[in-house]
């Protein structure tokens, strides 16, 4: 449901023109912040409850609030981002990132080998060993690192390499990736 949601975003022009569909964008963030923030919070609090020990209706509760309030939170957090882009000095802010999302799949697929490196057995094998606020860090650097060689790359080739090699065989042609520098 949230690939054809993205979809219809990108097919019927929303997205394109966000612009023109603020009202739209507004009430995103507004709601899905507003509603996502305590569903998930809500949802997070009861699974964390002792009772939920016993009581699996409970828990289930909670577990079904929190994955909702994660949904509804995603929303509002696509919607507060267009909505910032609908101003310029936000816009340009936000566009420094773009790099990371030109390189979306190349960046998945790193991020998910160097966490899987770190927290799995057939590497470090860290999991459960590193408190939450470590992680949040480890995050934290893997996203400015990549952003900083996003950029790099970017400035030297038209595409991430797993976006080149993608397009090479979604369509059967072999695309030049270094630029062409004139």
Do not use: D
């Not at 507004?26 to 016993?54: C, D, R, V, Y």
């Not at 509760?61 to 909702?68: A, V």
């Not at 000095?89 to 030109?102: T, V």
């Amino acid at each position: 449901p949230l690939f054809i949601l993205g979809y219809w975003f990108i097919l019927s022009g929303v997205l394109k023109n966000h612009q023109q569909h603020q009202t739209l964008f507004k009430s995103m963030a507004w709601i899905g912040l507003g509603l996502g923030f305590p569903l998930t919070i809500g949802g997070l609090l009861i699974t964390q409850h002792p009772a939920t020990e016993n009581i699996m209706l409970l828990f289930t509760t909670g577990s079904t609030l929190f994955f909702i309030g994660e949904y509804v939170l995603s929303a509002g957090y696509i919607g507060l981002v267009i909505s910032l882009l609908g101003s310029e000095n936000w816009a340009r802010y936000l566009n420094k990132f773009a790099p990371l999302g030109r390189m979306a799949l190349t960046n998945y697929i790193t991020h998910s080998v160097i966490l899987t490196s770190i927290f799995y057995g057939y590497a470090g094998g860290y999991f459960g060993e590193i408190p939450r606020a470590p992680q949040m860090l480890i995050v934290l650097v893997i996203i400015v690192l990549q952003l900083l060689l996003s950029r790099w790359w970017l400035k030297h080739y038209a595409y991430g390499p797993l976006e080149w090699l993608w397009r090479c065989l979604s369509y059967k042609k072999l695309y030049k990736l270094k630029k062409e520098y004139q």
